[in-house]
């Protein structure tokens, strides 16, 4: 039997938990479909940046679930033989994904959000004033669709890659070094990052051309002094990965349903900020929702307003971060130059802004 919400969010990373627990904040009916076994582990940088903090405590209602995690207070960049150390102010915390979405998930259905995994949507179609959605075992409407299920779901058409095709890789290590900085190991062809876990683990997250890796091991090698310091380190899980990485413009709405994480854009890892954009642009589209359902707009206005505050809030962040990544294309003199430019304090902190989205105070 067809049942009929408010509000069905299509997948359950931090775009998709995010847009369902602030529609059941607001006392939407709520159903939450996730295609896979949910949580798992995933590519994923596992930073949250300090002015995403306010955000996840207003999502999870329970800051001090992660209040143990590790600070990140700066960021070392490692280019040619050149070393630049940034300021992370207010500083980061590392929170392991698979811990994040467990959390996240967990809040959505304390709040009353119906929620199924193991349930891949097939379709979605409008029928009237509802959309239908559509599985294999299930069906259901929604008066309105957020769709947050990633840069490959079946629900989209094909995107292409621009320029070269790049694949995601990510694991956990023991390390028996303490270190408390989030270290970005540049070479050509692209980077890995390092930062630590907690208990002695570190996650290792990569983006590479397939041209020039395909593993972790392969990855290391890239680098003389990230492949000194993996020699000490132990597996901690079994690695992950993800291709290809797509690089297109931001898509906000697909014919009245809003898309909002990695089905929006491919969030840029340069960026720094994934997590803290997915869990900005779920919410924002649930916002946004919230008015149509209310009947404060129409679902056109609904998809105006959020395609604005997308553009406003988060687009900046992603342009600025694709500028970041183009720089390490420059020549080597240009890159010492812009290497030196970094270890200015007050040009670092601007990067390292620039890149990032406003706290949720200023827009919520």
């Known amino acids: 039997m067809t049942q009929t919400y408010d ?172 270190l408390d900085s989030c270290d970005l190991y540049f070479f050509p062809g692209g980077y890995c990052g390092v930062q630590p876990l907690g208990d002695g683990q570190v996650n290792a997250a990569a983006m590479v051309s397939v041209s020039r890796a395909k593993s972790l091991k392969e990855v290391f090698a890239l680098h003389p002094r990230l492949a000194q310091r993996a020699v000490t380190w132990k597996a901690a899980s079994e690695p992950v990965s993800t291709a290809p990485l797509l690089f297109a413009p931001p898509r906000t709405n697909d014919a009245g349903v809003l898309l909002a994480g990695d089905a929006a854009a491919f969030i840029d890892p340069f960026a720094g900020d994934g997590i803290s954009i997915a869990l900005h642009s779920g919410r924002m589209a649930s916002l946004a929702s919230a008015n149509y359902l209310g009947g404060k707009c129409s679902l056109a206005a609904a998809g105006a307003q959020y395609e604005c505050d997308y553009r406003k809030l988060i687009h900046p962040a992603l342009l600025n971060a694709s500028r970041v990544r183009q720089l390490i294309a420059l020549p080597k003199a240009l890159r010492a130059g812009a290497m030196s430019l ?9 990067l390292v802004k620039s890149t990032r989205v406003a706290p949720v105070s200023s827009h919520h």
């Open 7 to 178: 509000l069905a969010v299509v997948g359950g990373g931090p775009a998709g938990t995010s847009a369902a627990i602030t529609a059941a904040q607001l006392g939407l009916r709520v159903l939450l479909l996730e295609a896979r076994a949910f949580p798992r582990h995933k590519v994923c940088g596992e930073f949250l940046s300090g002015e995403a903090v306010g955000l996840l405590t207003c999502l999870l209602d329970r800051p001090s679930r992660f209040s143990e995690a590790p600070k990140i207070a700066k960021t070392r960049i490692f280019l040619d033989e050149r070393v630049a150390q940034l300021e992370i102010s207010p500083p980061a915390i590392s929170l392991s994904r698979y811990e994040l979405d467990a959390a996240l998930w967990s809040r959505a259905e304390d709040l009353g959000a119906e929620t199924r995994e193991r349930t891949m949507v097939t379709k979605i179609r409008r029928v009237a004033s509802l959309f239908a959605i559509e599985t294999a075992l299930h069906s259901a409407t929604a008066r309105a669709v957020i769709d947050a299920s990633g840069r490959w779901s079946n629900l989209h058409s094909a995107r292409v890659a621009q320029g070269e095709n790049y694949i995601g890789l990510k694991a956990h290590f023991y390390e028996p070094a303490h």
């Open 342 to 350: 970094l270890n200015v304090p007050a040009i670092g902190r601007v």
